[in-house]
């Protein structure tokens, strides 16, 4: 799995590592010890309901594949994990019907975690601080765009999110000023069919 260094993006294109991320626990635990920097299997238990068993099992799937890793630990006991990248690409590299099937779990997944998101930010922007809310929600826009534009456009947006990941990495909150909040910026980009006419 290739790490983009300039955008500290990991290059996921092996099937089997699709597959093992490609499972609603793991995806969760990935998400967990981001958000926590770091975090042992009990910790991880604890916040998700489940067994430590459970959780050290699923942890041990995603270090196989390169998703997480142990942390340095301030005492003996049990060893923390930690994210090995802070953003994911995925393909299909090979371009078999199981790798296109993770890919598309795994787009899905993020597609309805951000839809989530924003609908309990809905509920909850009453108690939040109200600038927020001027610049929170969806943005839409319908473009017609070459193949070499939209690889155009994808790759400016990363250049937009690379300083900000690499300024303030999840997990680090001494990078982080007081009033800072994690946000899902989360990008869908689909081609459409087009209509009857052609439009």
């Known amino acids: 799995m290739p790490l983009e260094s300039d955008l ?16 609603p626990l793991r995806l969760k635990l990935c998400a967990l010890v981001g958000r926590e920097g770091s975090l042992t299997a009990a910790d991880a238990a604890r916040q ?25 630990a301030g005492d003996n006991r049990e060893r923390p994990w930690r994210i090995t990248a802070v953003s994911h690409r995925f393909e299909a590299a090979d371009g078999s019907a199981e790798a296109w099937e993770s890919v598309e779990l795994l787009d899905r997944y993020f597609v309805e975690q951000a839809s989530a998101q924003l609908a309990d930010w809905q509920q909850r922007r009453a108690d939040e601080d109200p600038r927020w809310a001027e610049h929170v929600g969806v943005s839409q826009s319908l473009l017609y765009l070459t193949l070499e534009e939209f690889v155009e456009l994808k790759q400016r947006w990363d250049e937009i999110v690379a300083p900000l990941v ?7 909150a001494g990078k982080r000023p007081v009033d800072a909040v994690p946000v899902n910026l989360t990008l869908v980009a689909a081609p459409l069919r087009p209509t009857p006419s052609g439009g």
């Open 166 to 172: 690499h300024r303030r990495p999840l997990g680090d």
């Open 48 to 72: 998700l309901g489940i067994s430590q068993a459970l959780a050290s099992h699923h942890l041990r799937q995603l270090a196989k594949y390169g998703f997480v890793e142990h942390a340095d």
């Open 8 to 23: 500290g993006r990991r290059v996921v294109s092996d099937p089997l590592a699709l597959r093992a991320l490609a499972h």
